[in-house]
Structure formats: structure tokens, C-alpha cells
């Protein structure tokens, strides 16, 4: 599975990218020394009547994976999106993998003719739309924490498939 740069409009059509540039408008708050970044991705719920649903902030502490590597697992989230954010450490920017599949509400397996992979730059985040298939969490090189935005709520939200008989590896592109 080639991995290609994280980018608003190869994204597209799982989610957004979150990072300063897609803000819908910037505006200096708190008397001028903060930059507000309004609206860079929408958290989105889909029939937040159902199940009580509500709006969670979370952290993921994700461990480092080795490449190459097979894509075994890959779940969505039915009822609302997911957003993943690096929270940046003493070790500065934190790039991680994304793999991703288009949601499609009419069939429960991911078509893995479609996952694309992504490399974020480190400061870029991203939002999956409602039911887009991904892979967890792939942080590399080392243990990395994420701000999650997600849909907390009585209904199950999760679903996981199989899709190690696609035979999939992950690994990053030789340097140019």
C-alpha cells in the first residue's frame, strides 16, 4: 500500500485535514495575543437523538509501529466523526500513518481495493467522516499522544473487520 503526503484534497473524501490552513476564518482574541483558527473540521453526529449520544474529548497514547507491517484490522464509527490531533512533546512534531477506506453505509466490509495511506507532517491532524474504514493509531518511531474529538454514547459505535486476507503491507516509500 503506498503511503502518500497527508493533503486537504487527496483526504477529501474521508474527512478533513486538521491544520491552521483550513480554518473557515482566522481572528486575533484574548486582547490580541491569541490567533483563533475557527471551525478547521466539523465534529459530526450523525442522529445525535440516538443512544444519548454526546460529544467526548479523549487522549490516545499510541506506541510506535514497525514498517513494514501488514493491515490486519480496520474499523469506522457509524454514528460520528473521529478526529485525531498529535498533542506535540518535548521530542517536537510527531508524524503518523493514517490508512483509510471511503465509508459506505450499504455493506459491513471495508473494500480494501480502495485504502489509501497517508504520512502527516506532524502537525497536521484528521477528522473521519462518519463510517470512514481506518486503521488505528500509527505512530512511528516513538510513543505519541492524541487529543481524540469523538461520539461517546448507549449505542455501539465501533466496527471492526478482518481484512488480513487482502494480503496488505504497509511501509514507507525509499527516500528520493
Partial sequence: LPVEPLSREAF?????VIEPENAERTYPINAGT?????NVAPAVEVHPEVGRGRTLLSIFRAQPRQLPM?????????????AFVPMVSEHGLMPF????????PESAECDTSKLRAFITDGR????YAPGTWHHALLAL???????????????????????SAAGLVLEM???K
Avoid: K, W, Y
Avoid at 501488514?70 to 473521529?82: A, C, K, N, T, V
Avoid at 518511531?141 to 481484512?163: A, K, Q, S, W, Y
Fill in 124 to 127: 497536521q491532524g484528521v477528522n
Fill in 34 to 38: 491569541t490567533t483563533r483558527f475557527h
Fill in 12 to 16: 477529501a473524501a474521508f474527512g478533513d
Fill in 97 to 104: 500513518l493514517v490508512v483509510v477506506g471511503p465509508p459506505d
Fill in 70 to 82: 501488514r493491515i490486519e484490522i480496520m474499523e469506522r464509527h457509524p454514528l460520528g466523526s473521529q
Fill in 173 to 175: 516509500p525509499e527516500a
Fill in 141 to 163: 518511531d516513538r510513543v505519541c499522544d492524541f487529543l481524540i474529538v469523538d461520539r461517546g454514547g448507549d449505542l455501539p459505535n465501533c466496527d471492526e473487520v478482518d481484512v
